[in-house]
Each structure stands twice: as structure tokens, then as C-alpha cells.
T-cell receptor, first 110, second 111 residues
Framework: GQQLNQSPQSMFIQEGEDVSMNCTSSSIFNTWLWYKQDPGEGPVLLIALYKAGELTSNGRLTAQFGITRKDSFLNISASIPSDVGIYFCAGRGSNYQLIWGAGTKLIIKP | EAGVAQSPRYKIIEKRQSVAFWCNPISGHATLYWYQQILGQGPKLLIQFQNNGVVDDSQLPKDRFSAERLKGVDSTLKIQPAKLEDSAVYLC?????????FGPGTRLTVT
């Protein structure tokens, strides 16, 4: 079946640093979605990508739909304390089912 | 625009008891999803409704889990009887297109 590999699993960051995370798939996706989940809450949609090569920004967040349609990247510029949380990628293929990554946990260094 | 509503937010039950969760999707969203999220993992789809019909329930443990969306709006998910491994957050989401919007979830603890 379809699988998503999301990396890194966790990141320790200093406030002000840029952050990058990515997801790769064993098969082609038509849609990539990036979500953030805070403790005790449901995932919140950050960015949706629909075309190969598409680059979309939402404030300090930028995500790209890979040219091969098997990967996607999320970058956060100038991180702030409220960026802490778990980021999930999710991809949708031809069967319309959403496949989820295992998440990247962002932690601020003390 | 009101988001996806879920209740209760927390539930603690003993194993072999039954429990039900309720979800009210965003107005106008025809598709409704129930997910199970184990701590440290991504959400796992249990069942997907399109209006009041089931589109995908391939990962729903049908011997103990059931879900309905009788009028194509609200939905309930039931577990009967609960097992220890059912301890998780149960998320409801709705969508108009590919973008799914989630409720706050119900945290279930089975003791």
C-alpha cells in the first residue's frame, strides 16, 4: 500500500532559526496537505498544494509540491515559540484516500 | 464560519463498557471522516461518509465499532465493548473538496 515517510521525526530549534521538513511517498500524489497539531487539539490545515512544482506561502510558512509528485517540503522562516507543535504532511492519490505522515515534532531549545 | 464540533472532549470508561462520540461538521460539507489517533502517530481513517452513505470503512473494526450519519449532517461513532487498545483521540473531520478540517477531538481513556 501507499506509504509516507516524514522527516525529521523531531527537531530542536532556537527561536529565529529557519526550519525544514519533508515527506516522501512510494507513489504519486495529486494533492499534498500540511497540518499543524497543538497538544489537545485537532490538526489545523496550514497549506494545500495541488500541482507538481507548486510553491505556496502562508505567512512565514512555505510549502512545495515536488516535481516528481512523490514528495513535498515545508519550510518555516524565523521560528517563534508558537511554532512549537507537531507538523503532519498528508497526500492524496488517485483513490482519493488521504495518507498521513507520522509527524515532525518541533521543540524550542531552552 | 463555525468549525467542526465534537463532544465530549474527554471520556474515561472501563473496558467492556460502551461509549459514543458526536460530531457536527462544517455547514455544507458533504464528506465527513472519523479518525483514530494513537499518541505519537498520525491520524488513521476509520470511516468516511459522503452525505449519509459510507464511502470507506475498510479500517473500521466492525465487530466493536459502528458509525452513522443518518441525515447527512451530524454523525455518531460508537464503541461497544471497548478494549484497552481503544485508548486514543478520536477526530472528526469534514470537507467540501480535498481539504479536510478537523474538530478538537475526543480523548478516550479505557481503564
Amino acid at each position: 500500500g501507499q506509504q509516507l515517510n516524514q522527516s525529521p521525526q523531531s527537531m530542536f530549534i532556537q527561536e529565529g532559526e529557519d526550519v525544514s521538513m519533508n515527506c516522501t511517498s512510494s507513489s504519486i500524489f495529486n494533492t499534498w496537505l500540511w497540518y499543524k497539531q497543538d497538544p489537545g487539539e485537532g490538526p489545523v490545515l496550514l497549506i494545500a498544494l495541488y500541482k507538481a512544482g507548486e510553491l505556496t506561502s502562508n505567512g512565514r510558512l512555505t510549502a512545495q509540491f515536488g516535481i516528481t509528485r512523490k514528495d513535498s517540503f515545508l519550510n518555516i522562516s524565523a521560528s517563534i515559540p508558537s511554532d512549537v507543535g507537531i507538523y503532519f504532511c498528508a497526500g492524496r492519490g488517485s483513490n482519493y484516500q488521504l495518507i498521513w505522515g507520522a509527524g515532525t515534532k518541533l521543540i524550542i531549545k531552552p | 464560519e463555525a468549525g467542526v464540533a465534537q463532544s465530549p472532549r474527554y471520556k474515561i470508561i472501563e473496558k467492556r463498557q460502551s461509549v459514543a462520540f458526536w460530531c457536527n461538521p462544517i455547514s455544507g460539507h458533504a464528506t465527513l471522516y472519523w479518525y483514530q489517533q494513537i499518541l505519537g502517530q498520525g491520524p488513521k481513517l476509520l470511516i468516511q461518509f459522503q452525505n449519509n452513505g459510507v464511502v470507506d470503512d475498510s479500517q473500521l473494526p466492525k465487530d466493536r465499532f459502528s458509525a452513522e450519519r443518518l441525515k447527512g449532517v451530524d454523525s455518531t461513532l460508537k464503541i461497544q465493548p471497548a478494549k484497552l487498545e481503544d485508548s486514543a483521540v478520536y477526530l472528526c473531520a469534514s470537507s467540501f473538496s480535498a481539504e479536510q478540517y478537523f474538530g478538537p477531538g475526543t480523548r478516550l481513556t479505557v481503564t
